[in-house]
């Protein structure tokens, strides 16, 4: 018996050195499945990550969103990353973009998409608020020529984000890959890269977006380089380009921040459309459980043409020299791809190294103006990557900004202020990131604030949403919105003390952009909101002046200053109706004349014209001046109605979807009121491009 029990161990080495396929849990590929991406919108910063760690999957293609917001156009452009291998003296490259079993792999585990609001879901307090987790095994042999090796991999990716202010900037992806082939692989190399270049899609025409306006600084505390919005200085210019013909922040700070009227004299846009700064970064690195350091290199973000749209600011290879080309789409040599990979970018800041006038201006050293169009690579590697062999890391994509009642305000203070404070704030939110690793990705338990009274607009994680319809009462001449949102339950209990420290609501609304800034219209306590409770709903009348398109948002806050984040807002602005007019001779057109623009500060409204004092019921017909009919519009409701709306995307559109020429245009309004049916009215309003 003791023979027996001195030799199992090595009957079990044994048996487990004949069963490699055991060791390495290689899953046949006839049992993958579609590699399926989840939207992960529960903070600020919107992200999409799928089974096979491809971070770029949110309602928009290929890019995040920050602050996020369905139909952002406040993005930029990643790209998924890359696995590279020497397999049997074979070069192969692993674009892991796929969304199903096409080309590189597919799923062993799809990625589950979990909610847990409020921590009170799945997982409670011992995970995030939405996390995903999944496994993607890459295909032994090349689908497309069976007898060529690829190299099968498995990747296990975990992606986790907070709606809590204090970690609601950035989206953290546990990654473990794992060697499950039964041959070594040499020279693996993985790289994660991101097109750090600002892409502003829906106003790229409008010339708001800017290329080699990008610059970087090196944190030698955190390790990581940090990206901010500058002045735009193309590779072929001496000096920055400059901005001087029109009012301030222009002619002071350039096209810093990229403000809204930079462009544009006499504009009312003025908020800064990219105040925020952003950092990427490879943590807890270990090959086989042993540090490992990560390797970062900025390069020019590169393409085999100039492109436009959502791939604007990318410059054509001709102009970039070969060692800061940040191509990665099929067609770059291996060569090229090695050549990134064998330099690790100097840990400096851009104005650092461009101000010392020893180092050349090509493009032959780092800190040059390519580099203001960037491309950057965090990867790994290279590593002999043996048959069972693990690596994994965490990779933190971090944002932060200056306070945005500020940014969205904009003008010169701003303009002059944002780089720096958003700097600051990255590092602040950098440091909550790290907390939270180092806690097991646990809050505090003095950082929970109460529950969220309503989630995003469309995202359909089946949470209450803020709910907000127009009221107007003629007889006190009052008129706004009645918002209604979830109440935080009579027995609410911290989820880190324990104690009910609800404290109550407040009450936002925001004139500019859906971002901000937003105002505090109203404080209301659980005492007073106790007045205004139906069933599991708050159900409060927020007054307003009419005629100015508002967003509201709501949140909840305890005695101790946590608040919610503003997750609970409305998605299009909307004003508050005017009471119905029996007088059809008060009816106006406001603004007339119409100058380009409506002259509200929210620049999605630029093309609002409103008809006031008009029948609660009844049609407006718009015509030329020769008498030609282009508009129809049948209004069923208050006092007040608009040519289009911002909702259906058709403000000062024809029944043709043409925009009307400048002129004099004649409206006919006839009531359909009871009582006072086919009582009409005429006038006119002039439009001047």
């Not at 609501?505 to 909101?529: K, Q």
């Amino acid at each position: 018996m003791n023979a027996i029990r001195r030799l199992l161990p090595l009957w079990v080495m044994c048996l487990v050195l004949m069963l490699p396929e055991v060791v390495n849990a290689q899953v046949p590929e006839s049992q993958l499945v579609g590699n399926n991406p989840i939207e992960f919108t529960a903070g600020r910063l919107w992200w999409g990550t799928s089974t096979a760690a491809n971070y770029a999957e949110t309602a928009i293609p290929n890019v995040v969103s920050y602050p996020g917001y369905y139909q952002a156009p406040d993005h930029m452009d990643m790209i998924a990353p890359w696995i590279w291998v020497n397999n049997q003296g074979r070069r192969v490259k692993i674009n892991l973009t796929e969304r199903s079993i096409v080309s590189f792999g597919g799923a062993v585990t799809p990625m589950v998409n979990n909610y847990n609001y409020n921590f009170v879901g799945p997982g409670g307090t011992n995970e995030a608020e939405q996390w995903g987790e999944g496994v993607f095994q890459t295909f032994k042999m090349n689908p497309a020529s069976p007898a060529d090796p690829m190299g099968a991999m498995q990747i296990t990716t975990k992606t986790m984000v907070w709606s809590v202010p204090k970690y609601d900037d950035f989206v953290i992806h546990k990654i473990k890959i794992k060697h499950v082939d039964d041959v070594p692989f040499e020279d693996f190399y993985m790289c994660f890269p991101a097109q750090v270049q600002y892409n502003n899609g829906q106003l790229v025409n409008n010339a708001f977006k800017f290329k080699n306006d990008m610059q970087f600084d090196w944190d030698p505390e955190r390790k990581i380089f940090i990206f901010y919005d500058d002045v735009q200085w193309p590779t072929t210019e001496s000096a920055p380009i400059s901005f001087n013909i029109f009012e301030p922040p222009g002619d002071v700070t350039g096209d810093g921040g990229d403000p809204g009227n930079i462009t544009e004299a006499g504009s009312l846009d003025r908020r800064l459309y990219e105040p925020e700064a952003r950092a990427w970064g490879i943590l807890n690195l270990t090959y086989n459980g042993q540090p490992e350091e990560p390797h970062y290199n900025i390069l020019a973000a590169a393409e085999s043409a100039t492109r436009t749209g959502n791939f604007a600011g990318r410059m054509s290879d001709a102009r970039v020299p070969a060692r800061e080309s940040g191509r990665l789409w099929a067609g770059q040599s291996w060569e090229q791809d090695l050549l990134a990979f064998s330099h690790d970018q100097e840990r400096a800041s851009w104005i650092d190294l461009w101000n010392d006038p020893s180092r050349p201006k090509d493009g032959s050293v780092d800190g040059n103006l390519f580099e203001r169009s960037p491309m950057l690579y965090s990867y790994i590697g290279p590593y002999n990557f043996q048959p069972g062999d693990e690596i994994e890391l965490i990779i933190l994509y971090c944002f932060g900004e200056m306070d945005r009642n500020v940014s969205q305000r904009g003008g010169l203070d701003a303009a002059q202020r944002y780089q720096a404070e958003g700097i600051a704030a990255l590092k602040q939110n950098w440091d909550s990131a790290l907390e939270l690793i180092a806690n097991d990705y646990k809050l505090p338990a003095d950082q929970y604030p109460p529950p969220l009274v309503g989630t995003q607009p469309f995202v359909e994680d089946g949470y209450p949403k803020l709910e907000a319809e127009p009221f107007a009462d003629a007889s006190t001449g009052t008129q706004g919105f009645t918002l209604a949102w979830q109440a935080v339950p009579d027995n609410y209990q911290d989820p880190g003390t324990g104690e009910n420290d609800f404290a109550g609501y407040r009450v936002y609304r925001s004139e500019i952009h859906i971002t901000g800034p937003w105002e505090l219209l109203e404080d209301i306590s659980a005492a007073e909101a106790a007045a205004y409770k139906q069933g599991d709903k708050i159900v409060y009348q927020a007054e307003t002046d009419p005629g100015i398109p508002f967003r509201f948002a709501v949140t909840s806050y305890d005695r101790h200053g946590l608040e919610s984040g503003i997750t609970a807002y409305t998605f299009f602005a909307t004003e508050a109706p005017k009471a119905p007019s029996d007088d059809m001779t008060q009816i106006r057109v406001v603004p007339n004349p119409f100058r380009q623009r409506s002259g509200l500060l929210d620049a999605s409204q630029n093309n609002r014209l409103a008809f006031v004092n008009i029948p609660a019921k009844c049609t407006i017909r718009i015509y030329t001046l020769a008498g030609d009919l282009i508009k129809i519009i049948e209004h069923d409701g208050f006092g007040e109605t608009t040519w289009g709306s911002q909702a259906d995307g058709n403000y000062l559109q024809t029944d043709f979807s043409e925009s009307p020429a400048a002129g004099l245009y004649i409206y006919h309004v006839t009531s359909h009121v009871a009582g006072q049916e086919g009582q009409s009215h005429v006038g006119k309003f002039m439009i001047i491009r």
